[in-house]
């Protein structure tokens, strides 16, 4: 059964940095692009952009080129989405999901408060 | 970027009654190759993440009720429920997977009349 598994709840502060982990099973971990998509309070998705672990190729939607790092860990299976500093804007859901868009993870809920 | 637009943003219907949802893309999704047009519908429901409804515009997923039905190619696309049912309340979204960035639509909201 595939599975995509992301990290807890994190409550930050501005301007500090963050990393979220989507971990994942039950499939070739380098055979398939893996995506993450932000959905704000209350507000639709938004595709942020996909890596392929098989050679770390990365796309960036252009909205959030420069803004976050999307990277993986081959030995271990797992994806992660990154700030070196965060605003109280980046407040939201993130999903990561498997390139057919058919496994998702539960979601990761980031607040950023001072 | 291909830009997604959906039609209506809610809608709400009688238990029983017929839901269509549009989606219309800025550029058309077809791949000539196949003939398919790279088109996702989903379903979310509060606290979960979207659920494949239906892919190429028009295979409904496995498990998915065959009230749910997906219709379209290049750039015009149409979710149809046939028969709403109270279970079926949710945000509903299309997004291409023709070209990066993959994009959705703003998101339809069903509820019940």
């Known amino acids: 059964e595939v599975q995509l598994v992301q990290s807890g709840a994190e409550v930050k502060k501005p301007g500090e940095s963050l990393k979220i982990s989507c971990k994942t099973s039950?499939?070739?971990?380098?055979?398939?692009?893996i995506g993450w998509v932000r959905q704000m309070p209350g507000k639709g998705l938004e595709w942020m952009g996909l890596?392929?672990?098989?050679?770390?190729?990365?796309r960036y939607s252009p909205s959030f080129q420069g803004q976050v790092t999307i990277s993986v860990d081959k030995s271990i299976s797992t994806a992660y989405l990154q700030w070196s500093s965060l605003r109280a804007s980046d407040s939201a859901m993130y999903y990561c999901?498997?390139?057919?868009?058919?496994?998702w993870g539960q979601g990761t809920l980031v607040t950023v408060s001072s | 970027d291909i830009v997604m637009t959906q039609s209506p943003d809610s809608l709400a219907v009688s238990l029983g009654e017929r839901a269509t949802i549009n989606c219309k893309s800025s550029?058309?999704?077809?791949?000539?190759?196949?003939?398919?047009?790279?088109l996702i519908w989903y379903q979310q429901k509060p606290g979960h993440p979207p659920k494949m409804l239906i892919n190429?515009?028009?295979t409904r997923e496995s498990g998915v009720p065959d009230r749910f039905s997906g219709s379209g190619s290049g750039t015009n696309f149409t979710l149809t429920i046939s028969s709403l049912q109270a279970e079926d309340v949710a945000l509903y979204y299309c997004?291409?997977?023709?070209?990066?960035?993959?994009?959705f639509g703003q998101g339809t909201k069903v509820e019940i009349k």
């Open positions: 999901a498997k390139q057919d868009l058919r496994a």
């Open positions: 039950g499939y070739i971990f380098t055979n398939y692009w």
């Open positions: 890596i392929y672990p098989g050679d770390s190729d990365t």
């Open positions: 550029q058309s999704v077809l791949y000539s190759s196949n003939s398919k047009s790279y």
């Open positions: 190429r515009a028009s």
């Open positions: 997004q291409q997977y023709y070209d990066i960035p993959y994009t």
